[in-house]
């Protein structure tokens, strides 16, 4: 028998992580579960010594008790492939210390209805699921002044009766769905500071990609405030992934030369291309297999179908478009809700809010395109921007190596 105590001497926080059905079938599921488990790791790993074990198709998790509950809260959000996670308390299979480990999930509590929702994932004991919550429905009643409300109650009180142990939790909270960074491939996004390319890479990482970014800008043409937006987006990002490579591309000379070597309408359309050329250079070395965009179909004159797919003609990497179908409102709300709308609304002259033309060509062919680019040394072109590029890497959480990067960027 174990001593009836045992719950109430656990100096851990204990964490049961439930994880959605998605891309849990057939032979991905270790793959999936390998991943989650690495990332969950990964996310909590400066907050103290704890543990990510898996336990009958859930993940529990333990973290020293001092760590304030809305810390491990917010960084457990943002970890993808999570459905939802709860604080939880932990009993052996013993009635007398599930009871107490009920009590303890309860405590301080006050709540008028209630109901306990039992599952048994582990058949071997002598009671039922309906025979616990009737017996745990009375402990509860014997403490709290309180009623049973089966249909709509204030509070559920979940018991999961697994192999190992009983679990016992009040309050999910919803993770960030999607699947886990890493299974899904490498992508390389280009990042421009504005609103729409941080949601786009956003939402490839939700697919389970990791997404590495490059960011084109004019210094010293104009100062360093693009950069340090795209440095500090990349920081949020990383959030979600925990290492993020970002490749820093000088563009101010290629767009100089675009601008003294094509016709005015042209040149929106010629320097996505060069961003493409480059960003296509860039993702080889870093083993990426598509390239990501902000483009929303319509959004903007370089962003009409047939500019799109003259600009991709240069790429030899899938593009993907994740915001294509999306309206600039659905693409705002969704910055605010992963804390980049702040950053992204920031002051700054981004490399082509210089020498943008006025009426920019809305309909460009490829053979119209091509021919202005023959004004043009591209291999010269592409080597000079490869040649300037600086590379900084973001930790999440964040190490020393992070600052001297940053102070890189600064000289
Ligand atoms: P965003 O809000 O992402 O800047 P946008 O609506 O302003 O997008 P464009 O400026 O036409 O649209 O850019 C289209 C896409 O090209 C961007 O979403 C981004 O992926 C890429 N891009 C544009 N400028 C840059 C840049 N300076 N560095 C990296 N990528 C860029
Ligand atoms: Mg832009």
Redesign the pocket.
């Known amino acids: 028998m174990v001593p009836a105590d045992r719950t109430t001497q656990d100096p851990r926080r204990h964490i049961v992580v439930h994880y959605g059905e998605l891309g849990l079938k057939g032979r991905n599921r270790p793959v999936f579960l390998h991943a989650l488990m690495r990332n969950l790791e990964r996310a909590l790993s400066s907050l103290g010594e704890g543990s990510v074990e898996q336990q009958s198709g859930r993940l529990l998790l333990t973290a020293p008790e001092s760590v304030p509950w809305g810390e491990l809260e917010e960084r457990l959000q943002q970890v993808f492939g999570v459905a939802n996670f709860s604080r939880c308390w932990t009993a052996p299979h013993d009635l007398e210390a599930v009871k107490q480990a009920v009590s303890r999930a309860l405590h301080g509590r006050s709540f008028a209805s209630f109901r306990i929702t039992a599952r048994r994932a582990f058949k071997e004991l002598p009671w039922g699921s309906q025979e616990i919550s009737r017996i745990l429905g009375t402990h509860v009643l014997e403490s709290h002044a309180t009623k049973v409300d089966l249909k709509n109650p204030e509070l559920v009180v979940h018991v999961e009766v697994i192999p190992r142990q009983t679990l016992i939790y009040v309050e999910k909270t919803a993770g960030a769905g999607g699947l886990p960074v890493g299974t899904g491939g490498t992508l390389l996004?280009?990042?421009?500071?504005?609103?729409?390319?941080?949601?786009?890479a956003y939402r490839m990482m939700k697919r389970g990609c990791q997404v590495h970014?490059?960011?084109?800008?004019s210094y010293p043409f104009l100062d360093r405030a693009?950069q340090r937006k795209?440095q500090t987006l990349a920081r949020l990002l990383t959030q979600h992934q925990y290492h993020t490579k970002l490749c820093m591309?000088p563009?101010g000379e290629v767009q100089q030369r675009i601008v003294s070597a094509v016709p005015a309408p042209y040149r929106?359309v010629l320097?996505?291309r060069y961003?493409l050329r480059i960003?296509d250079a860039l993702a080889q070395q870093l083993g990426a297999q598509a390239l990501?965009?902000?483009?929303?179909l319509g959004?903007?004159?370089?962003?009409t179908l047939s500019n799109l797919s003259v600009i991709e003609a240069v790429s030899t990497l899938p593009v993907l478009r994740p915001?294509i179908g999306m309206d600039?409102a659905e693409?705002m709300e969704q910055a605010e809700a992963i804390g980049t709308y702040a950053t992204?609304i920031l002051p700054d002259q981004?490399?082509?809010t210089l020498f943008v033309p006025r009426r920019p060509a809305t309909r460009t062919t490829l053979p119209d395109i091509e021919a202005a680019e023959q004004a043009l040394d591209t291999p010269a072109l592409l080597q000079l921007a490869l040649e300037g590029t600086q590379w900084i890497t973001c930790d999440f959480p964040e190490t020393p190596a992070y600052a001297s990067s940053e102070a890189a960027l600064e000289a």
């Open positions: 996004g280009l990042l421009s500071g504005g609103l729409d390319s941080p949601v786009a970014v490059v960011h084109f800008h693009s795209a591309v563009f929106v320097y996505r961003m960003a990501v965009t902000g483009e929303s959004q903007v004159a370089s962003q915001l600039k693409i992204s981004d490399c082509c």
